[in-house]
């Protein structure tokens, strides 16, 4: 065995201190809780790091598709030669056009910016980003001369199933009276929630024609989009359709979802490391707190020392026996954070919401956090790496005062009790 019973025997008496070693036992807990808050904290933060990057980056591909097609100089026309080469490339699932552009939109008295995009109808009841998060009205009522809008757009405007949204182009008309801008209402056929609030707020879907013919690009569409087997890995797919396109009458230029956002989500991960950096200091803390109230046992326990030394004793049983006991505190430490980081990072909505009801603010407002429910995604490999730091860093915080009380001369310690 590792460790002999004599050795946990007298660690773990050593561990219940007594009255006069109120003190020593005070900071040994100190050390316990805060290597359980430092590894339950490191837990639930990377579970929401995580839980963020999944469902911006569901949200955002499921939306967008994971590469688009643009021509060089204006629209793609005609679009529909190039969509067929695209969909013969073996890793491409789907592809559609699009035609997407700003528009103004008003009802009753209130007027706001929105993002519009038409795509063909199938395809935008076949994307489940969309489709599986119909929260009034549905997809096939979606015809000529009706949209579908976001929940928090409906919410804000105060539109309903049936109701006439009014959208104003940027694109003016020319009449004898000068130019005038274009406008045209559309029926709200389907409200959706995806449960970002950009989307929500800010994105009108419609039939692909009426796009067209709204915005006046005739039979061009602004962009085709494409969904691949590997969004992670588009580099094969992304040379396999432009060896497909090579012989396409426009030239065009392809940007995947990593191009698009690479902003966001390596800011998303540069901030991932760097809580993950700043929440260690508090295990490393526990650590040298570890060390103190170790170095303070040994030297009270000087006399005891020194008669297990005169009886037989080795150094390295008295090595042994306060590395168990710095362990210990380590490993209960590590133990009850890591119980108590997994209940939370599996709870996190719930604790949100009990948050919200007593403080009565919102500690995770939709409009700043893009979501509107906290994700939490815990990651076995992250899980692994805090409880292996957190064992690595108390181990190590055992190892000088174990060597110190080993290097103890019984002599001496006895000579001055």
């Keep these: 065995m590792l460790f002999s019973p004599f050795e946990r025997m007298v660690a773990m008496r050593y561990l219940r201190a007594r009255r006069q070693e109120g003190f020593i036992s005070v900071i040994g807990w100190f050390s316990l809780i805060g290597i359980a808050l430092g590894v339950a904290t490191l837990i639930v933060v990377m579970s929401v790091m995580n839980g963020f990057r999944q469902e911006l980056f569901q949200r955002v591909i499921g939306l967008n598709g994971h590469m688009n097609v643009y021509a060089m100089q204006g629209s793609l026309d005609p679009y529909q030669p190039l969509v067929d080469k695209i969909l013969k490339v073996q890793d491409v699932t789907g592809a559609a056009p699009v035609v997407e552009a700003q528009a103004l939109i008003t009802h009753e008295g209130s007027a706001s910016g929105a993002f519009v995009r038409g795509l063909p109808v199938e395809t935008l009841r076949a994307r489940p980003t969309i489709a599986a998060h119909i929260s009034a009205g549905s997809l096939a009522d979606l015809a000529d001369g009706s949209i579908a809008i976001g929940i928090r757009m409906a919410q804000r405007l105060d539109l309903h199933i049936g109701d006439t949204l009014t959208l104003i182009s940027p694109v003016s008309s020319n009449t004898v009276f000068g130019a005038a801008p274009r406008l045209r209402g559309y029926k709200v056929a389907a409200v959706f929630d995806v449960g970002m609030f950009e989307y929500d707020n800010n994105f009108i879907f419609m039939p692909l024609e009426d796009a067209q013919i709204f915005f006046r690009t ?139 009801r007593i403080t009565r603010t919102d500690p995770f407002a939709a409009d700043v956090y893009f979501l509107t429910k906290m994700p939490s995604v815990v990651d076995p490999h992250d899980v692994v790496h805090v409880v292996v730091m957190a064992l690595a860093l108390s181990f190590l915080a055992t190892l000088y005062p174990a060597w110190r009380a080993a290097k103890l001369d019984p002599v001496e310690a006895l000579r001055y009790e």
């Design 218 to 356: 005739g039979q061009a569409a602004t962009a085709i989009e494409i969904f691949v087997k590997d969004p992670q890995h588009l580099a094969q797919a992304r040379s396999d359709i432009v060896a497909a396109a090579g012989t396409n009458e426009q030239p065009i230029r392809i940007l995947d979802w990593q191009q698009n956002n690479s902003s966001f989500f390596t800011a998303l991960q540069v901030e991932r490391n760097v809580m993950f950096l700043i929440l260690t200091l508090i295990i490393l803390v526990a650590a040298f707190n570890i060390i103190s109230s170790l170095i303070m046992l040994v030297k009270d326990k000087g006399q005891d020392i020194a008669i297990l030394r005169t009886m037989g004793a080795s150094r390295g049983m008295i090595m042994r026996i306060f590395f168990i006991n710095g362990a210990s505190i380590g490993l209960i430490g590590t133990g009850a954070g890591l119980a108590l980081g997994l209940f939370i990072a599996h709870h996190i909505e719930g604790l949100r919401e009990i948050v919200q």
